[in-house]
């Protein structure tokens, strides 16, 4: 693992507590919300690929087929069907086929709405 934090400022030059202390009345009351998170690295995962981000993000603002993705972000119809798949097999897209056509959209808008949040902070960060 690399040595530098994000926005390069080095790991060792955040602060850390001096002393060990536990407040134990706000740890006991996060923790069954904390235990909730269980899960939720797996879509982050997902969304690791650049290409998967864009493929959400395109699922997010329309239905589209196999062949529309692969145009969306350049590639074969082959890498857009595995990409399709991973987020199928995920539970983070549906498909339903018309004819020869297999159409794609998300499993529900909440993918979406992280994407569009993510978009938003990227974009401020660097705006």
Request: charged share 25%; with cysteine.
């Amino acid at each position: 693992m690399s040595t530098e934090a994000v926005n390069s400022r080095p790991l060792r030059d955040v602060p850390v507590c001096q002393v060990s202390v536990v407040h134990n009345d706000l740890v006991n009351q996060l923790k069954p919300e904390v235990d909730r998170v269980q899960g939720v690295a797996t879509v982050f995962k997902a969304l690791a690929d650049d290409t998967r981000a864009k493929v959400v993000y395109a699922l997010s603002k329309a239905e589209l087929c196999v062949c529309d993705v692969a145009a969306l972000i350049g590639s074969s119809k082959a890498t857009a069907s595995y990409h399709l798949r991973l987020l199928s097999h995920m539970g983070l897209a549906k498909y339903r086929k018309e004819g020869k056509l297999v159409y794609y959209r998300l499993a529900d808008s909440h993918i979406g709405n992280l994407v569009h949040e993510v978009l938003k902070h990227v974009e401020e960060q660097n705006g």
